[in-house]
């Protein structure tokens, strides 16, 4: 998401925000984004991550904030961004996408640097 205020024709890196935590985006932080400009940072995807992977994570009524999806697999609710909802199927294509990513060291497991 941008930050409140930002001209949407002139985006500074600063001026991106996770939607689940509403971090703004540095060099050091890994993003991934999602449908409409929506972003979920690394640190927020590892504790969803944590969360699906150890099956503490119901199904969520409310539509993916990532895919814009309904979807009846486990979701994270944030706790800090009411309404944004990531569901288990971003959550892991997500994992994914950053793992990849050769700019960043990100890891799923909890050993892994952010």
Known sequence: ???????????????VLCNFCAREW?????????HQGSIICGVC???ACKLLDGGTLVTSHRTCTMCLEHRDDPAW???WVEGSVICGRCINLGATAL???KDY???RSDTATE
């Open 1 to 15: 998401m941008l930050k409140p205020g930002a001209d949407p024709m002139s985006v500074d890196q600063s001026d």
């Open 26 to 34: 540095t060099d050091d932080l890994p993003l991934v984004e999602g």
């Open 45 to 47: 995807l590892k504790t």
């Open 77 to 79: 609710e944030s706790p």
């Open 99 to 101: 793992s990849k990513d």
């Open 105 to 107: 060291a990100w890891k």
